[in-house]
């Protein structure tokens, strides 16, 4: 018979739950008691309900992440893991997220799409692409007969006059609500006309909103390949197209806002700016006024025209030397011509056969001994003015 220690069958324990999927992650409706929150931040508290109860702890990150303050006797909907605190022996829920127990299914579904889409990386700020300063055109995604649109119009029209709008009407609340805005996303998208997408509606209940809290309207957004700012509700309302836009406005009123500069704020920037300017080019002016100045008094800069005479009359010596001596060279290479070709002529065979020698040629060829020919033979000889044929009657030697 095998024997253990508390501690190896808590932690068996531990262990063996923590493996179970079914408890990795679930929602628990149960009504809070023994609330007590730690100075360290932690929650700790029970969760029960007509028939039983259950430890649970809520640690203080988690605890900083809730819109409100739990407190006894209050019904809510905790989402988070069991598993089993090794020391005591007690299983216990731990606590990562926790909504009252009001419209419990939206609130369930509401996290359950949060936390699945922010796993998929929809929320990664990474993604998120920066809305244009000053965009051409803007698109708009609302029910045309809202208060929302008219907000946007009248703060599009008061800040910035140069965009154009299109506004794509859609429903935003009530069935199907959702299909039109991704709609809307789509064919802006499509038309490719618009430099940034508003998308939202006014405020209302979580039911009036819900159609921003869908998953088409979610992967829209985060598909869209133009910039989306969310502007849906009051400032204290947040959706999941909230958490997968590029920008999240708290009001549509604010969405307008952030999607254009302010002309009055352009105007002061422009006017400060021309002002800059206005005193730089003023101030360049003097430096180089002074810069001038200083040359002008300056003594190289008042003997410049003496120096320029200096320089053209070195340019006249520079020009007749450079004259002289291309004549020179000429001389030169006319005398060496005329020696060349005297030389030239005193070496001719032309003036040998002037002095009175013949050169004697067979078949073309000279004769320079008596051995290269015979009696019998036709040779020509060659003189001054022209050639005589002969034939070879004897041979007698030198």
């Not at 203080?60 to 893991?81: D, H, L, Q, T």
């Not at 920066?130 to 029910?143: D, K, L, M, N």
């Not at 430099?195 to 992967?219: K, P, Q």
């Not at 200096?310 to 020696?339: S, T």
Request: aromatic share 8%; net charge neutral; hydrophobic share 40%.
């Amino acid at each position: 018979m095998a024997v253990i220690t508390v501690s190896q069958l808590n932690n068996y324990m531990k262990r063996y739950i923590d493996n179970n999927t079914h408890l990795a992650k679930l929602w628990v409706r149960g009504e809070i008691s023994n609330y007590k929150k730690h100075y360290t931040g932690h929650i700790y508290m029970t969760l029960k309900d007509e028939g039983s109860a259950i430890k649970a702890v809520m640690f203080k990150g988690s605890a900083a992440a809730m819109r409100f303050e739990p407190e006894n006797g209050m019904k809510v909907i905790a989402c988070g893991r069991v598993s089993v605190f090794e020391r005591d022996g007690q299983y216990q829920l731990y606590v990562e997220s926790m909504t009252p127990d009001g419209m419990g299914e939206l609130h369930v579904a509401y996290e359950q799409l949060k936390n699945r889409l922010e796993d998929e990386g929809l929320f990664d700020p990474a993604h998120k692409r920066p809305i244009p300063r000053y965009p051409r055109a803007i698109g708009v995604v609302t029910s045309p007969t809202g208060a929302a649109i008219r907000d946007v119009l009248n703060v599009l029209s008061r800040r910035y006059r140069l965009s154009d709008i299109y506004i794509y009407p859609a429903q935003v609340q009530g069935q199907g609500a959702s299909d039109t805005v991704v709609r809307g996303i789509e064919c802006l998208n499509r038309e490719k006309k618009v430099d940034v997408i508003i998308v939202g509606r006014g405020g209302g209940s979580i039911e009036d909103l819900w159609a921003f809290n869908e998953e088409n309207v979610a992967r829209a957004i985060y598909a869209s390949k133009i910039p989306v700012i969310s502007a849906v509700g009051h400032e204290t309302d947040f959706t999941i197209a909230d958490f997968v836009a590029d920008l999240r406005a708290p009001t549509p009123s604010a969405g307008a806002e952030l999607a254009v500069p302010s002309a009055d704020e352009l105007r002061n920037m422009l006017s400060q700016s021309g002002a800059r300017l206005h005193l730089l080019l003023a101030r360049l002016y003097e430096l180089k006024k002074q810069r001038l100045t200083f040359l002008i008094q300056n003594r190289a800069f008042a003997d410049f025209p003496k120096r320029i005479d200096e320089r053209r009359e070195m340019m006249d010596v520079l020009l007749k030397d450079m004259v002289d001596a291309y004549n020179w060279q000429i001389d030169n290479g006319r005398h060496a011509l005329e020696n060349g070709a005297a030389k030239l002529q005193t070496l001719s065979p032309l003036a040998v056969l002037g002095r009175g020698y013949a050169l004697v040629q067979k078949e073309g060829l000279p004769i320079k001994s008596i051995t290269d020919t015979s009696i019998g033979e036709n040779l020509e000889m060659v003189l001054r003015d022209g050639k005589l044929l002969c034939e070879v009657k004897g041979i007698t030697e030198g």
